[in-house]
């Protein structure tokens, strides 16, 4: 139960830290979680979230499945995509519904972190309430999430971001998120 909470907690994060522009009490808990990233002005770490996740310009990284994995339509990378669609599915299967005015497409990175943290957060509800076959059957969930929708793509999205001129604080972010799913999906490879 304590390590669901756990990573419940680190996908939240990782979904705050991708999802909005910085605040201060985010960047607390990045100069915490990664003492080693060089300090930045909020300023500066708003305008390089703008230039990175929401773009367009040079540098966008878009932080969408779909412009991943779907294939392009007159050349260009979709929106709303079949992935989007596969994975908006999902969140309602597992009793989600993206909230209404929600800006972002379902398969933003940062929604589909949070529907990690609430996979992890039911799993330690089960186990708290000593219900082992559900608590399995939401981890079973959450291993099928990471390997068949969150793990296709995440790799090529951090690699996109890299090749920009990120700022340091989002190619850390990026690369500590990408090292988490990695050994998150690595007990899947491995049955």
């Known amino acids: 139960m304590e390590t669901a909470l756990a990573r419940a907690s680190l996908y939240n994060f990782l979904a705050a830290a991708f999802g909005d522009p910085p605040?201060?009490?985010?960047m607390a808990t990045v100069a915490t979680t990664l003492p080693h990233v060089i300090p930045a002005s909020l300023d500066e770490?708003?305008?390089?979230?703008?230039?990175?996740l929401?773009?367009?310009?040079?540098?966008?990284?878009?932080?969408?499945?779909?412009?991943?994995?779907?294939?392009?339509?007159?050349?260009?990378p979709q929106l709303w995509g079949r992935e989007?669609?596969?994975?908006?599915?999902?969140?309602?299967?597992?009793g989600l519904e993206i909230a209404p005015g929600q800006p972002?497409?379902?398969?933003?990175?940062?929604?589909?972190?949070?529907?990690?943290?609430?996979?992890?957060?039911?799993?330690a509800d089960a186990a708290r309430r000593g219900e082992p076959e559900e608590a399995a059957a939401w981890r079973?969930?959450?291993?099928?999430?990471l390997r068949?929708?969150?793990?296709?793509?995440?790799?090529?999205?951090?690699?996109?971001?890299?090749?920009s001129e990120a700022h340091p604080v989002y190619r850390d972010l990026a690369n500590v998120t990408l090292a988490f799913i990695e050994s998150?999906?690595?007990p899947v490879e491995d049955r």
């Open 23 to 26: 605040t201060p009490e985010l």
């Open 45 to 52: 770490l708003r305008r390089a979230y703008t230039r990175l």
């Open 54 to 76: 929401v773009g367009p310009g040079a540098g966008y990284a878009p932080p969408y499945a779909s412009v991943y994995l779907d294939p392009p339509r007159n050349g260009k």
């Open 84 to 94: 989007a669609t596969v994975v908006e599915a999902l969140y309602n299967q597992a």
């Open 104 to 123: 972002r497409v379902p398969d933003h990175l940062a929604l589909e972190l949070q529907f990690m943290q609430h996979l992890c957060g039911r799993e």
């Open 140 to 145: 079973d969930r959450q291993q099928v999430f």
């Open 148 to 163: 068949d929708h969150l793990w296709p793509w995440l790799p090529r999205f951090v690699a996109r971001l890299s090749q």
């Open 184 to 186: 998150e999906i690595k």
